[in-house]
């Protein structure tokens, strides 16, 4: 099969099934997964579908969302570095609001034993990586809790993050760029998303670098209310540079 008769269909595929993924479709064509992440990125740049996490889903399908199964194992490695660089800005003692994410519930898991930290998340995984932690006083923020992202929203979840200040907010997106800001499927999410900076005195976005230039539904902020964007290396000199035009510090680990 010659490539555009490959791509065509995996663009067919990705239409029947709202998103293909790299090792499956490389399994179906008998061909090697670099092979395929190339058929996907000439399908990119021609506009017909958008890369995910993984795989890559139809142009215009700016609600498709991963649940957290799905992008737990996602960047692992990165996420883990991320992860150790980011431990360094949390404070001695004080508040601290954790998002929903994979690397943030990473970085939970990760809090020393002997940190003191009051510690306020609306994330299901989160504060199941916390609730045994002894130094750790925790806050369960509640509201309607969504599958997709084990995370609570809606009413009760702005309400309480209306009525905090916190030292620190650890933040996580579904995609970031500099025209378009961080992304996220859901606005439901993206409201409790403004909701958390707006509670938080400094904001640490931690996401890896394949989430650059990944636009979604729901826009809940852009770099100018970041303070510290945490990322793995892959993210190029030209693009950190430019965060850092505007105003905000990055750091590759």
């Known amino acids: 099969m010659y490539a555009a008769e490959r791509q065509q269909e995996i663009l067919r595929l990705a239409h029947e099934g709202g998103r293909v993924d790299v090792l499956s479709l490389a ?7 670099e092979t395929v992440r190339r058929d996907l990125k000439v399908l990119d740049r021609a506009g017909l579908v958008r890369r995910v996490h993984g795989g890559a889903i139809p142009a215009g399908r700016l609600d498709f969302e991963p649940n957290v199964a799905e992008r737990e194992g996602v960047s692992a490695d990165e996420k883990n570095r991320i992860v150790r660089a980011a431990l360094s800005e949390l404070p001695a003692d004080g508040s601290v609001i954790i998002d929903a994410g994979t690397t943030t519930a990473r970085l ?24 045994d932690h002894p130094g750790i006083s925790l806050h369960l923020v509640g509201g309607r809790v969504r599958h997709r992202t084990s995370a609570a929203v809606d009413a009760w979840a702005l309400r309480a993050y209306g009525e905090i200040n916190a030292d620190l907010l650890l933040l996580a997106t579904n995609g970031f760029s500099l025209d378009d800001g961080l992304t996220t499927p859901d606005l439901a999410e993206a409201a409790v998303k403004r909701a958390m900076v707006a509670a938080a005195r400094r904001t640490v976005l931690l996401a890896d670098s394949t989430k650059l230039r990944q636009q979604y539904f729901a826009r809940f902020g852009d770099f100018s209310d970041v303070d510290l964007f945490v990322t793995d290396t892959g993210l190029g000199d030209e693009d950190a540079a430019a965060i850092e035009r505007r105003g905000t510090e990055v750091v590759r680990a």
Do not use: K
């Open 27 to 33: 399994e179906t064509f008998q061909v090697t997964a």
């Open 108 to 131: 939970a898991a990760a809090l020393p034993a002997d940190c003191a930290l009051t510690v306020v998340t609306h994330a299901l995984p989160v504060a199941a990586r916390l609730v």
